[in-house]
């Protein structure tokens, strides 16, 4: 079950959400109290309410906003249990103040913003012994494995309990606690009112994650970066897995630079399938593989890992991608691309980060003529020493004679959107130019494109395909593309009312 958190200053406008949310479906609603700007009426927010409620007043020490007296707090918990409500929130350390008393349910609350302590086990037994009907749990993730120590605490409580890491690292912990037998977790009603780190939106939890129907044979999969909100791949691959009825899910994973080894050890005990990996960390996770194919083996770099039978095997589907793009633009046919379909092709590659690096690699393979140009001239030579690619300097990457142009910086990438990477005067109707960008799809430098009569590879093209290639290779099955095509658009052009 999903408790949907609602914090508004005023009590028209909570009772109003409250109404609205029950309408739309929502089983539970927790009543942050501590919000509300004026005396608080319990007769009005409760007498009529539509639904079951936890009621929550939150000291600012446990990230909340009551001002007033301690006592005046106490006292409002304990009028909120007369009233009848099903559960009351009361931190730990007062717990043995507030007695039981009717129907309502107790839980037991401790939050803590700046780490997850080491004794999540003893916490646990102590909170246990405060009358709990349900023991919660709220700490912050700083590394990974703190996800890891606070599934496996939920996992082996012998009370409910409701174990949340906060912040974006912590997501995890929110989407899976269905599955680990927790009574329900959090979400939010409000997009834009942060009321906890890393809360989620009630109607992602619902529609995305479909968080009531997780259980212990959904397979789970996902995607490692730093930072991963901004990914748009759990929003193409959750819609494809419930496009085909799949028991899957996939979810985001922040995995830190130096976090990576906790998170591949971490892997089995969650029981993660297979991941897509992106920045920073798809050519270290290559040390990772027990076995990769060629292409990734020879990029130096992989972004997407499957696990199978002990084994974790490695593959660049963003190589694939582009040159599956490439080559249909090209209109070079399938029986011809293993010969040299691309010799007396110059391309320029600009960038020499993951995506540059497989693009490059891919198109040394098929003989084209490749030229390397970074905004970190270092990068550009090392990355060209090792491909065998000829290096120019970034301020010289208009004089260049190239027919195929490719953008793998993110130069043009949301909110970015009113820069190129490449001037507009330097293109022509000869070239083809390629942006990997795909949010948005139409970027500045796609743009200038158009208007000079290039030929046109967008982002979201490289997109779906890399996405598609890891879908077959998770799931076995070929993915449904054109709703990956669609979901994306949607995503990154959201239709905007007036």
């Keep these: 079950m999903i408790c949907v958190t609602l914090g508004c200053s005023r009590h028209t406008r909570m009772i109003a959400e409250h109404k609205n949310l029950v309408e739309q479906g929502a089983k539970l609603v927790e009543l942050r109290l501590d919000y509300i700007g004026r005396a608080v009426s319990l007769n009005r927010l409760l007498r009529q309410r539509p639904g079951p409620v936890v009621v929550t007043v939150r000291r600012r020490d446990d990230g909340g906003r009551w001002t007033k007296s301690e006592d005046e707090r106490m006292m409002l918990l304990r009028n909120a249990i007369v009233e009848g409500v099903e559960y009351v929130d009361i931190e730990a350390d007062v717990a043995s103040q507030i007695p039981r008393y009717g129907t309502t349910k107790r839980v037991i609350s401790f939050h803590r913003f700046e780490d997850t302590p080491d004794n999540l086990e003893d916490l646990h037994a102590a909170m246990a012994e405060e009358d709990a009907d349900i023991v919660k749990i709220a700490t912050m993730a700083n590394s990974f494995s703190d996800n890891v120590r606070m599934i496996e605490m939920v996992r082996k409580a012998k009370v409910p309990t409701i174990g949340i890491c906060m912040g974006e690292m912590g997501t995890i912990t929110r989407i899976l606690a269905n599955r680990l037998g927790s009574p329900f977790t959090y979400a939010t009603f409000s997009r834009d009112k942060k009321i906890a780190p890393g809360l989620l939106n009630w109607k992602d939890m619902n529609g995305l994650y479909d968080y009531e129907n997780i259980n212990d044979q959904t397979e789970l999969f996902g995607v490692i970066a730093d930072p991963v909100a901004h990914s748009y791949s759990p929003i193409i691959h959750n819609r494809a897995f419930q ?184 293109l022509n109707q000869y070239m083809i130019v390629f942006d990997t960008v795909y949010n948005p799809e139409n970027t500045m430098l796609i743009k200038h494109a158009k208007a000079a009569q290039c030929r046109i590879i967008t982002g979201v093209d490289m997109f779906v395909r890399q996405a598609a290639y890891q879908f077959k290779l998770f799931t076995g099955k070929d993915a449904p593309t054109m709703l990956m095509r669609q979901t994306i658009k949607q995503a990154t052009n959201p239709v905007k009312i007036h």
């Design 243 to 426: 496009a085909e009825k799949l028991n899957a899910r996939y979810l985001p994973f922040r995995v830190p630079r130096d976090d990576l080894d906790q998170f591949m050890k971490c892997c089995p005990k969650l029981g993660i399938n297979g991941i897509s990996v992106t920045i920073p960390h798809k050519e270290r996770a290559l040390e990772y593989c027990t076995q990769a194919e060629s292409s990734a083996n020879g990029i130096g770099a992989i972004n997407t890992m499957v696990f199978h039978d002990g084994e974790a095997l490695g593959y660049n589907t963003d190589y694939r991608a582009a040159m599956d793009c490439i080559e249909e633009l090209l209109e070079i046919r399938k029986e011809d691309r293993k010969s040299q379909p691309m010799q007396g092709i110059t391309a320029m590659v600009l960038g020499a980060g993951g995506v540059s690096r497989a693009i490059a690699w891919g198109l040394k393979q098929r003989h084209a003529d490749v030229v390397i140009t970074s905004r970190t001239e270092e990068r550009a030579r090392v990355l060209g020493s090792e491909l065998g690619c000829r290096v120019v300097p970034w301020e010289d990457r208009h004089n260049q004679r190239v027919q195929l142009l490719i953008n793998g910086t993110p130069v043009g990438m949301h909110p970015d959107v009113d820069r190129s990477p490449f001037n507009a005067s330097a």
